[in-house]
């Protein structure tokens, strides 16, 4: 094994974003065709989408700080096919015949964004492999018990694992990958100023207003606007219910030894239990892990950070040292959908991944782009126009911190 570090943990991922020229802010009068607000993967990919539907648009995609900068680029970079509850709630609140086709369209997600990677020439680490979701506990394993009857009677892809060896049990999902999101977001928006497409960094959206986007140094007048903030939709004031925003944590390690990656094995690790551990290793070797208790900022405080990094040092599934340790902020729903749709005539919002965007992400893109050129597919529930309403603030925010603090109670309980 690597010689352990004795300098404290970098408080970043161990990412390699690919080259990216630095974009100017906006300044003066802008007009497009299209503006999209957020150069994470959701904006990069709309735009991506619509360029290559219609090379005619003048399209430009702006961002408070620039591509990559908030979940897109903080994530642990586990692409998998999640979107909503869990599939046996998702048979109980859509139906066998809509929860059976919201998962196949995310393991088709998975399949996309692989593609997109080698649309992009991509070096973003990408491995193509299978994904488990364990159980730590006896209560777990009955959870998951639940969840591969719903998967048997769906007729889908997904079986327990019979000798599921450290775990209590295992499911497997045959449709899934790894890679670092970071480099996958900047080669993005690389070929996005290949394709001649103008980015702006450095400009925060300070007002939407009847199709003009106000920045601090000048304005953006398009015909339709998407707005992509994910967990950053509170500050512009839309109407599209609560996308609260939650701090999640994740540690990465330095290299492990042979003998401990062979212990691992090669596919990502989700517990069943929510907030309990899930990890992957990258293909140098690293562990990267996230999980644990989450903040609503903007009132967390430090310490809050270093007791969720600790909890996560704590579960290591073998022992390492921790090189990298971060926070990344997304957007979650009550009902655990995203919002992907209409606000008005012009304006179009996509966010609320719920922690599960990286493969999603990409899909929005397409979808999107299909709408805006009028050849949107069928809608899924998720394509709405806004959630429901969480207690994120003001007198009932307390009833909403208590609930995640039970949460993680029980993933520290039941989980790994």
């Given amino acids: 094994m690597t010689a352990p570090s004795t300098a404290p943990p970098a408080a970043a991922p161990p990412w390699r974003p690919a080259d990216l020229r630095a974009a100017a802010p906006v300044r003066g009068r802008v007009t ?5 607000v957020g150069a994470g993967l959701t904006g990069l990919a709309t735009a991506y989408h619509l360029v290559r539907r219609d090379p005619s648009l003048d399209v430009v995609v702006l961002d408070a700080t620039g591509p990559a900068a908030g979940a897109s680029g903080r994530g642990t970079g586990l692409v998998g096919p999640r979107i909503g509850p869990a599939i046996d709630k998702a048979r109980k609140r859509f139906g066998d015949e809509t ?3 919201c998962y196949l369209a995310s393991e088709d997600w998975v399949r996309r964004t692989v593609d997109l990677v080698g649309e992009l020439g991509a070096d973003c680490g990408l491995t193509v492999g299978g994904q488990l979701i364990v159980a730590h506990s006896d209560r777990a394993a009955a959870t998951l018990a639940r969840q591969a009857e719903a998967y048997r009677q769906l007729d889908l892809d997904v079986a327990p694992v019979e000798r ?7 499911l497997r999902h045959p449709v899934a990958a790894t890679l670092d999101p970071a480099a996958l977001t900047t080669a993005l ?8 497409v103008r980015r702006f960094d450095g400009s925060p959206v300070l007002r939407l207003s009847d199709g003009e986007l106000t920045c601090p140094a000048g304005t953006v007048r398009a015909g339709r606007t998407v707005v992509a903030v994910n967990g950053f939709a509170r500050s512009l004031g839309l109407p599209v219910g609560t996308v609260a925003p939650l701090q999640l944590h994740a540690v990465a390690t330095a290299p492990l030894s042979p003998e401990a990656r062979e212990q691992l094995g090669t596919e990502a690790v989700i517990d069943v ?8 290793l990258t293909p140098d070797g690293r562990l990267v892990m996230g999980g644990g208790p989450v903040n609503i900022p903007p009132t967390t405080r430090a310490a809050e950070h270093r007791r969720a990094w600790d909890w996560l040092a704590r579960r290591l599934p073998v022992p390492a040292q ?13 009902d655990d959908l995203p919002v992907v749709g209409r606000i008005d005539d012009r304006t179009w919002f996509a966010g609320g991944c719920c922690g599960h965007g990286l493969a999603l992400a990409t899909a929005t893109g397409g979808h999107l782009a299909e709408a805006l050129t009028g050849d949107a597919p069928p809608p899924l529930p998720w394509h709405r126009s806004k959630a429901p309403w969480l207690p994120v603030a003001g007198p ?8 995640l603090r039970l949460l993680a109670r029980r993933a520290a309980r039941d989980g790994g």
């Fill in 32 to 36: 497009a065709d299209v503006a999209i």
């Fill in 322 to 334: 921790i090189t990298h340790r971060w926070t990344g902020q997304v957007g979650m729903t009550g």
């Fill in 273 to 280: 239990t929510t907030l309990a551990p899930y990890y992957r």
């Fill in 189 to 196: 928006a690389a070929e996005l100023d290949r394709l001649g």
């Fill in 396 to 403: 009932a925010g307390p009833l909403l911190q208590g609930y």
């Fill in 99 to 101: 929860a059976r086709a």
């Fill in 164 to 170: 599921p060896g450290r775990f209590r049990a295992a």
